[in-house]
T-cell receptor, first 113, second 109 residues
């Protein structure tokens, strides 16, 4: 596609439920990043993919968070047993190569009630 | 102390003024990014720098690797420049980007 696409754009879920967030990067971009932006806070790195592998998962806040990428393209971020502190905007970015110019999606606003 | 510090946190100016936003970092980096986040949340990459200076339209970004400092300048500022400007660095030897807290810029007509 023309840009990075994320879905859903908004998600409201009950505490304790699992959620899946999807990112479709720009076609041909090998690098894919997930970030989180909590209300009033700066951007926080979660995980980086090069192709289908994740060389850096250091930003995942707990073992409730996991992510995968298939076919060197679509990525899914899964949060299990959601907590209220998981409420944030989850942003995906892709770049042609590692450390290339990043292109950001519009984000998924997750609200845990 | 954050690895990436931006100043000022908030900046309000009149249309036409010259704007400077500063970014200092305390770690070795391989590249530095300036990002723009508009109300509504969309983020756009403005510049990626590893040395020297880059210019795009009214925007100029500079970096001094020895001093671990970068600046973003906006000439002839316009209300549409109102946004949050974010500095981010690729730490040397690591994959992740580390972000500053952002500078909220408001340009009044």
């Amino acid at each position: 596609g023309a840009g990075v696409s994320q879905s859903p754009s908004n998600k409201v879920t009950e505490k304790g439920k699992d959620v899946e967030l999807r990112c479709d990067p720009i076609s041909g971009h090998t690098a894919l990043y997930w970030y989180r932006q909590s209300l009033g806070q700066g951007l926080e790195f979660l995980i980086y993919f090069q192709g289908n592998s994740a060389p850096d998962k250091s930003g995942l806040p707990s073992d409730r968070f996991s992510a995968e990428r298939t076919g060197g393209s679509v990525s899914t971020l899964t949060i299990q047993r959601t907590q209220q502190e998981d409420s944030a905007v989850y942003l995906c970015a892709s770049s042609l190569v590692f450390k290339g110019n990043p292109f950001f999606g519009q984000g998924t606003r997750l609200t845990v009630v | 102390k954050n690895e990436v510090e931006q100043s000022p946190q908030n900046l309000t100016a009149q249309e036409g003024e010259f704007i400077t936003i500063n970014c200092s970092y305390s770690v070795g980096i391989s590249a530095l990014h300036w990002l723009q986040q508009h109300p509504g949340g969309g983020i756009v990459s403005l510049f990626m720098l590893s040395s020297g200076k880059k210019k795009h339209g009214r925007l100029i970004a500079t970096i001094n690797i020895q001093e671990k400092h970068s600046s973003l300048h906006i000439t002839a500022s316009h209300p549409r420049d109102s946004a949050v400007y974010i500095c981010a660095v690729h730490i040397q030897g690591a994959q992740k980007l580390v972000f500053g807290q952002g500078t909220r810029l408001t340009i009044n007509p």
